[in-house]
């Protein structure tokens, strides 16, 4: 089905940190800014768009495919990641019917999609749900987190928006999240309920006691995060997680464990599953693992990994020519700690560095091997055999 006759308006703003400045110095910092608007420029033409002008920092274009303007909006935050000179963009999408005058166009969703850019941080794209209703299911392979309404300076009503989450190591916007609890055993469950419903930021709305059941409700509530045990009746934890990520990409399923279980912890990370932990975590552990992939993160209790690397790493011979030749040193010492189930802060602490910066390789790492999410990046290391050359 052809989408409607509406234009996508998509603004783009660059933002150059004093780092960039401090490290590449003022004119090198300002040839990489002018590359930048180039680049953005290119790939607007690539996606179909045209650029209706230039404004400093930033770039106004339209689309006539609402696909293509958000696959373009994708593509110029994966381009600006990978160059890793402490420039960062910031992207604002609308669509529908503005007024267009002697090549420019007016009207409301210039507006909204000027604001949404204003409104991001760094590294950040915010559309209107409008644009992605407009793309549709073709949409499938991008991952969305709905903020809600918000309010857009200017426009007396809040906007329905959405946050396109180009790379996962980037957090969304949300500062609440809605939880879905599912386990058959009736006691673990709500002690589960009772420990997250006490944090304000963390919203349980519905729980299942099999995976049947909490694909349905899944459906019905639509949540941010499912707490799955992996052991159920009727539908174990892995074949939910499976159906669950394939009819709702943008939900995150946090799998609970046991030391006996190690076989299926391996299959719902191929499933797609985003983070794993014992039944027996401390509370504060629970809660601090829910935010953590809500905000599009992923994490692997240690204990998991340690038993993960037992049972599963056993490397297959290396292919002639290695996916992981593409990274540089300090990626492939990244990818290894990774790996061991370390986390952000722990990296930063073993090698010397700030976290914002291992949060940038590791994004860098996730592109170029084109994996999702550190949980990926831990299978990647083992089977591919990285961990033992």
């Known amino acids: 089905m052809a989408e409607p006759a509406v234009v996508t308006v998509l603004f783009t703003d660059i933002v150059a940190s004093t780092?960039?400045?401090?490290r590449l110095g003022d004119e090198a910092a300002s040839r990489a800014h002018a590359d930048h608007l180039d680049e953005m420029s290119a790939l607007v033409d690539q996606f179909d768009g045209r650029v209706v002008k230039s404004m400093g920092d930033g770039v106004m274009s339209v689309f006539a495919s609402a696909n293509q303007a958000v696959q373009c909006a994708v593509r110029m935050q994966q381009e600006v990641a990978a160059a890793d000179d402490g420039i960062e963009i910031r992207v604002g999408l609308d669509c529908g019917e503005p007024v267009e005058r002697?090549?420019?166009?007016?009207g409301n969703p210039v507006i909204v999609a000027k604001r949404l850019c204003d409104l991001c941080d760094p590294g950040q794209i915010l559309s209107t749900t409008t644009v992605l209703t407009v793309a549709g299911s073709r949409l499938n392979d991008v991952r969305l987190s709905s903020l809600g309404p918000v309010a857009v300076k200017g426009l007396e009503n809040p906007v329905e928006t959405t946050e396109v989450l180009w790379n996962t190591e980037v957090g969304t916007g949300k500062s609440q999240f809605t939880v879905v609890v599912v386990d058959d055993q009736k006691?673990?469950?709500?002690?589960?309920s009772v420990i997250l419903r006490a944090e304000r930021d963390l919203t349980v709305v519905?729980?299942?006691?099999?995976?049947?059941?909490?694909?349905?409700?899944?459906r019905e509530r639509?949540?941010?995060?499912?707490?799955?045990?992996?052991r159920m009746p009727n539908m174990d934890g892995l074949e939910a997680a499976r159906q669950i990520l394939g009819e709702f990409p943008e939900t995150r399923v946090?799998?609970?464990?046991?030391f006996d279980l190690d076989e299926y912890v391996y299959?719902?990370?191929r499933a797609g599953a985003s983070g794993f932990l014992l039944k027996d975590v401390p509370g504060e552990q629970l809660v601090d693992a829910v935010r953590t992939i809500a905000r599009g993160e992923s994490i692997i209790d240690p204990a998991v990994t340690r038993r993960m690397i037992e049972q599963f790493a056993k490397p297959p011979?290396?292919?002639?020519?290695?996916?992981?030749?593409?990274?540089?040193?300090?990626e492939a010492d990244i990818l290894k700690l990774l790996a061991r189930g370390l986390s952000n802060a722990e990296i930063a602490t073993e090698l010397f560095v700030e976290e914002t910066t291992v949060k940038t390789h590791v994004g860098k790492v996730l592109h170029k091997l084109g994996l999702r999410d550190r949980v990926q990046a831990v299978v990647f290391a083992y089977e591919s055999g990285f961990l033992a050359q």
């Open 19 to 22: 780092e960039a400045f401090q």
């Open 102 to 106: 002697d090549g420019d166009y007016f």
């Open 187 to 192: 006691l673990l469950r709500a002690g589960f």
């Open 206 to 218: 519905g729980e299942a006691s099999d995976g049947l059941e909490a694909i349905e409700v899944v």
């Open 222 to 230: 639509r949540p941010d995060v499912v707490v799955m045990d992996v």
């Open 254 to 258: 946090l799998m609970l464990t046991t």
């Open 267 to 269: 299959e719902a990370i």
């Open 317 to 330: 011979a290396a292919p002639e020519t290695p996916a992981f030749d593409v990274l540089t040193a300090r």
